[in-house]
């Protein structure tokens, strides 16, 4: 492997571990208050009905695949194919960033207020923790709008790198549909 | 991502891109030196603040006093009792020994001692410090604010740190700063990693790396995997404080549905622990070589040091529980910590041992970057076995929250880490800026801090064992404690005395740099890389990339024939 592609790669690892570690913490906090509770969701709540998050998910796995679609073509030396998968991908993003307003101001309107205990902490809290690392990506998208134009070396590894980084988001939010909404 | 891949990048003209928004390594490593070192001076003179109140309760500061708290008559009242050593803790963890010990010499000396031109990512590495300074500049400003800065101690555990306990924005600009502060140290820390990975000059194996780089290695390593724990934490604090979550709210604070406190222990410590050898690790690499550089002789069972290093890396991530033994925790959980904490003497003995190895028998040289190592081993020896003492529930149990552990944790991270990172700056200071230090000065310097150090901390040992607990801002309206004011007071003059003697390595340090005579290529002789070129280095550091053949510790050999009694790493290893 190129020297390049090696320092590339190693800095993305770590820095997907580092996101990883974040996340982590967050996910172990949940799982002991959930353990700690007799009830779940606390008495006074339910639970948050599936259909927006369900809908969010596919959201961003579709997105997932056309970011994926756009490294390959990308690869293939495709710049036009990877900018329309690419414009396809960041759409899917915003889209998804949308939905998450919806799920907040659903949860508004049904009674479950940031400050109404850790039942709302959480899915408020990680939903945000959550966005803002997705509206990071979508900055990361926005950047390759810019820089994508041709097929360089240099091109194929920040296509990579952001597409890595874009799955990264998509895994983490399918670990919170099954851990916070689904059980 | 713009990356250097070690070519030859065009020397910065503009004074802006020169000194300020540099790309270069050794600049920003200064930059981070100069940092450091201010912040080190206001943690320093936020110690003295404490210590005094500790000793003379209701007596006015000297000189200062009245200008900084104007309303108490020149008095430290509680409050700011509280922010100070709340202050102090954050600012020396992060704000000073971080800097140093990480920013400094982690890119000073990564690049020039593995033969590589720059980082593997320059502009990464600016943006490291720039996110460090706007995190400086947060920590500053919350100093200001109408209800002051935080209170809620370094480790600011909820309740404390939560609305109920401190009230006023300080709290919330300390999470900010925490938070700014990890995104740069995670930033250093993929660049440390990739550039020890994939910059290595050809020929240099992992164990011909000095062992100064093995310890900032294993430290960045560390931090990319350990800060973002702790900004897991801030972050659910901050919602906390700001936007009305629970996550650590309990009881009558939180409303409906309970919240943790705990829980943030928990996350702190799984940070906080590893951070402790975070902080030591650039210390340790450091004294590992200098003590085989001054004695002359090969690092004794330098490989062995290296993995030992590795192992306490490793462990550390397991023990952080020793820290809660009195937060109620199962026996189960305690004993575990505590046989987990234990085995960590192991390796530590392990490279103690080599240390003692490694001076041994050699014709030491006693100069000030030595006299600092050889002080970071005793320092060090005396933290280390304090620990133990600590990682016994049973002890513990009493010892908590004790000035023992203050003084256990000075001895292991202040004192050694203080030293070690004088010894570095003695040691690199001609490398860096191409001027010798007063020797004279130095040596000064290093007992003027060595002596009153241990009477502070050794001090602090004393007064915890006898039973004084700490962050408290009288201890003496308890009647048991009053006994212990003749060692209070000891131990602030100590402080005090060795506050003094730091403004002798200020003066050193500034007039070196100007008038300083002019410092040769090697002048310690020894056999790194960076001693090859000359002082300072030019821009891009090698104008070929060194071809290394032998390990970092080629001293004494017998075999030698240069008329010199050390070989660079260039050099084929001399055989008999
Ligand atoms: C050699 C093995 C070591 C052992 C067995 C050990 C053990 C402990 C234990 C059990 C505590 C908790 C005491 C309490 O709060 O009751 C503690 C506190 C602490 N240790 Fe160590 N330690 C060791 C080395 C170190 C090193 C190398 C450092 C730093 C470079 C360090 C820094 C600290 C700090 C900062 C605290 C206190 C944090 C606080 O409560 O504010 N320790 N240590
Ligand atoms: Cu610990």
């Known amino acids: ?183 | 991502m713009s990356g250097g891949y070690n070519e030859i990048h065009p020397e910065p003209t503009t004074f802006i891109s020169k000194y300020l928004i540099s790309f270069d390594h050794k600049v920003i490593a200064k930059q981070f030196l100069w940092y450091g070192i201010f912040f080190l001076g206001l943690g320093g003179l936020m110690a003295l603040l404490i210590r005094w109140t500790l000793a003379y309760p209701g007596v006015p500061f000297p000189v200062l006093g009245n200008l900084l708290f104007p309303d108490s008559a020149g008095i430290v009242p509680p409050d700011s009792y509280a922010m100070l050593f709340t202050m102090h803790g954050t600012i020396m963890i992060f704000y000073a020994i971080t800097p140093i010990l990480i920013g400094a010499f982690g890119n000073y000396c990564i690049p020039l001692m593995i033969g590589a031109r720059d980082m593997a990512f320059p502009m990464l590495n600016m943006l490291s410090f720039w996110f460090a300074f706007l995190s400086g500049v947060v920590l500053i400003t919350s100093l200001f604010l109408p209800l002051g800065a935080a209170s809620g101690a370094w480790t600011s555990y909820p309740t404390l740190s939560t609305m109920i306990g401190s009230p006023g924005a300080g709290q919330t600009f300390w999470c900010v700063a925490i938070f700014l502060f990890g995104i740069s140290s995670t930033m250093g820390a993929v660049n440390y990693v990739t550039t020890v990975i994939t910059l290595r000059a050809p020929g240099m194996g992992y164990f011909d790396m000095p062992l100064t780089i093995w310890g900032l290695w294993l430290t960045a390593i560390l931090n990319a995997i350990f800060v973002p724990v702790l900004g897991a934490g801030v972050i659910l604090l901050t919602l906390d404080r700001v936007l009305g979550t629970t996550f650590f709210l309990a009881g009558a604070s939180a409303t409906s549905g309970s919240g943790d406190p705990v829980l943030f222990q928990h996350v702190f410590w799984i940070f906080g622990h590893p951070e402790v050898y975070i902080l030591i690790l650039p210390a340790w690499g450091i004294v590992s070589d200098l003590l085989s550089f001054f004695s002359r002789k090969p690092a004794f069972g330098a490989k062995s040091t290296a993995l030992a290093m590795t192992a306490v890396t490793v462990l550390s991530t397991l023990v952080y529980g020793h820290h809660m033994f009195t937060t109620q925790m199962s026996p189960l959980l305690t004993q575990s910590f505590m046989t987990l904490t234990m085995t960590i003497s192991i390796p530590s003995a392990i490279f103690f041992a080599n240390w003692l190895g490694t001076i041994w028998k050699g014709s030491i040289r006693f100069d000030s970057p030595m006299l600092f190592s050889l002080g970071v081993v005793f320092v060090f020896g005396l933290g280390g076995l304090t620990g133990l003492h600590l990682g016994t529930v049973t002890t513990d149990l009493y010892l908590h929250d004790t000035y023992f552990v203050v003084g256990h944790f000075h001895y292991t991270m202040a004192a050694s880490v203080l030293l070690g990172g004088f010894a570095g700056i003695y040691f690199w200071f001609p490398k860096m800026f191409g001027k010798m230090m007063n020797e004279k000065l130095a040596k000064l310097h290093f007992w003027g801090t060595m002596i009153p150090l241990n009477g502070v901390f050794f001090g602090m040992l004393m007064i915890g064992y006898g039973g004084m607990h700490r962050r408290i801002y009288n201890p003496f309206v308890y009647d048991s404690l009053k006994r212990l004011i003749p060692i209070n007071e000891f131990v602030t003059i100590s402080a005090i005395l060795m506050g003094l003697f730091q403004i002798v390595f200020v003066i050193n340090f500034l007039w070196s740099l100007k008038k300083g005579p002019k410092a040769p290529n090697n002048p310690w002789e020894v056999g790194t890389l960076e001693w090859t070129i000359p002082s300072p280095p030019v821009h891009h550091n090698y104008d070929e990339i060194p071809v290394v053949k032998c390990g970092p510790h080629e001293l004494g050999n017998p075999n030698l024939k240069t008329g010199r009694d050390f070989q660079y790493q260039t050099e084929e290893l001399v055989q008999g």
Not at chain 1, 2 to 18: G, Y
């Open chain 1, 1 to 183: 492997m190129k020297r390049a592609d090696l320092q590339s790669n190693l800095a993305m690892t770590v820095t997907l571990i580092m996101g990883a570690m974040l996340f982590t913490t967050l996910f172990m906090g949940y799982a002991i208050y959930r353990s700690a509770s007799t009830y779940w969701p606390p008495m006074g709540f339910a639970k948050v009905a599936l259909g927006l998050p369900t809908f969010s998910t596919f959201l961003i796995l579709v997105s997932s695949l056309f970011c994926y679609l756009a490294r390959v073509a990308t690869q293939a030396r495709k710049v036009e194919k990877a900018r329309l998968y690419l414009h396809l991908t960041l759409i899917l993003g915003l889209a998804f960033m949308l939905t998450q307003g919806f799920l907040w101001s659903h949860l508004k309107a049904t009674g479950v207020y940031v400050s109404s205990g850790i039942f709302a902490s959480i899915l408020y809290g990680f939903t945000w923790i959550h966005a803002a690392h997705v509206i990071l990506g979508l900055g990361t998208l926005l950047y390759l709008e810019i820089v994508l134009k041709n097929t360089s070396d240099s091109t194929i590894r920040k296509v990579i790198n952001v597409e890595k980084f874009w799955h990264f988001l998509g895994i983490i939010w399918l670990i919170m549909y099954f851990t916070i909404f689904v059980l």
